[in-house]
């Protein structure tokens, strides 16, 4: 039934009725002891259907507008005998299928006659925007997650920073925390600081955006890189209010990206010395090779049996050098041969036990005392002939440059740090003036003492076979005291 029913209404309420009826509102009245209902024409309208299309009932309105799953809240509302008023959002089936309405409702003062009074307004719009704005979130949320972003914001006058959730999660503190900048700063390593000090700096006072890849230290003492970067929110004085940003973990591609420059440096060392090696062999090749064809050139003109004896000595003499300049290069280019070997799990104490048997007579001659100690790492995944020569020219070195006047004392062992294996090796001996011939230890036919058989190979050899596989290795020595190796192995 249409409130415009009522033709015996005065005038002023004739005139409301007609307002209320044009309005982009719905108005109904509800008598709780009949359930009779009054609709106004603007309720039939914002449902699409002309003023008695649709029968005006609450058994229509419950069973056949009312989505089923709001006629909980629905029916709770209107049992309530609170007399203030009472707003809730519920479908209704309109003539274009269900959409949202915003329902408004107060119950009246007449306790004899019992009503309640109320409108509907179309908010599917406003909810459609409301729920896309919530999926945007939910997408935006959950990429920030997978991409380890957050967001954040520094108001300039106050300095107060607001911070996603997942900002929370990178500094891996509780949501509840309230961080000052200076906080914010002290997270990232000492080093560092003032960078950032600077660039929040700058970008108040000169608007000069700025994005930064620094080293990060979590609550949790784990050590990250993030990406630190923010751009100034402008006045119409062109003065900086406001600070926004992102500040993302970017751990996993920054140690690829260090790695491929280690792997890079590394290349480009190896490559340099392989050429200064293979610079040294040609030089070494042709000194041979024109020595010895000067000598027997001598030595076919030599008519003198005891002359002709003496050249065959030195040509005797060059063949043995130019046998060893040979086997050196053969030393090199199985190296690089042998990169591709496949690596296998092996014992250190089964390796170094294999090399000392195979050195047991030198070892005994000059009375060395050898210990080892692999327990904090038994085993790795290697080149087995890689580790024994490591060992072999390691511990052939300490012998031949012992100190005469003391016994020999080696040590070798292992132990694991940050995910890398390392493998120490000290010995008591001569030592090497690292002040002297540091950048020359391991040089190709560099030597240091005046051993006559002292070569400058081994050291060669060990250092790319260790770095072939991607490690390291570095010296510290003192003459007269000793030489300790540290490989890191993986």
């Known amino acids: 039934m249409s409130f415009t029913e009522d033709h015996d209404s005065k005038n ?5 009725t007609h307002v209320v009826n044009n309005i982009n509102a719905g108005i109904w009245e509800f008598n709780i002891n009949t359930n009779e209902v009054k609709w106004y024409d603007g309720f039939y309208r914002v449902l699409g259907y002309e003023p008695g299309e649709i029968e005006a009932s609450y058994n229509f309105f419950y069973d056949h507008l009312l989505y089923h799953g709001d006629k909980g809240i629905f029916s709770k509302a209107i049992a309530d005998r609170n007399p203030d008023n009472s707003t809730l959002q519920i479908r209704l089936l309109t003539k274009h299928g269900y959409q949202w309405f915003e329902s408004s409702s107060r119950r009246g003062d007449d306790l004899a006659n019992p009503k309640i009074y109320g409108s509907i307004i179309n908010i599917n719009a406003y ?16 990429a920030g997650k997978l991409a380890k972003v957050a967001l954040w914001e520094i108001e300039v006058n106050s300095m107060n920073l607001t911070l996603s959730g997942e900002g929370y999660e990178i500094f ?16 990232f390593e000492p080093k560092y600081r003032p960078d950032v000090s600077r660039a929040l700096e700058s970008i108040v006072r000169s608007c000069h955006s700025f994005d930064l890849e620094l080293p990060f230290r979590t609550a949790r003492n784990r050590l990250i890189w993030v990406r630190f970067k923010a751009m100034p929110i402008i006045d119409n004085l062109g003065r900086c209010v406001s600070i926004r940003g992102i500040l993302q973990d970017i751990s996993e591609s920054k140690k ?18 392989l050429q200064n090696f293979a610079y040294m062999v040609s030089h070494n090749l042709r000194s041979h090779t024109g020595n010895l064809d000067f000598m027997v050139k001598l030595f076919t003109e030599t008519e003198s049996a005891d002359e002709r004896t003496e050249v065959f000595e ?13 086997k050196h290069l053969e030393e090199i280019v199985k190296i690089q041969a042998e990169i591709k070997d496949d690596k296998t799990i092996i014992s250190f104490e089964t390796i170094f036990e294999q090399v000392k048997c195979a050195l047991q007579s030198n070892i005994t001659d000059v009375d060395a005392h050898i210990e080892y100690d692999f327990s904090k790492c038994t085993e790795i995944n290697y080149i087995p002939a890689y580790m024994e020569s490591i060992f072999q020219n390691l511990l052939t070195n300490a012998i031949k440059y012992r100190k005469k006047n003391r016994r020999l004392l080696v040590k070798c062992y292992t132990f694991q740090m940050n995910g890398h294996i390392y493998l120490i090796f000290e010995d008591n001996g001569i030592g090497i003036d690292l002040d002297k011939h540091g950048d020359k230890v391991f040089g190709m036919y560099k030597t240091f003492h005046n051993n006559d058989d002292a070569k400058g190979i081994g050291l060669f050899i060990t250092r790319s076979q260790v770095e072939s596989l991607g490690g390291t290795i570095k010296v510290e020595s003192t003459v007269d005291v000793g030489t300790k190796f540290t490989i890191k192995l993986s």
Not at 127 to 142: A, G, M
């Open 12 to 16: 002023s309420a004739s005139q409301f």
């Open 127 to 142: 909810k459609i925007l409301e729920y896309q704005s919530s999926q945007k979130e939910l997408w935006f949320n959950e």
């Open 172 to 187: 891996e503190i509780n949501n509840n925390i309230t961080l000052t900048v200076d906080e914010v700063i002290s997270f």
């Open 256 to 273: 690829k990206e260090l790695e491929t420059k280690s792997s890079l440096s590394l290349s480009h060392d190896q490559n340099k010395r």
């Open 314 to 326: 030195h040509i005797k003499s060059i063949s043995s050098s130019l046998n060893t300049t040979v």
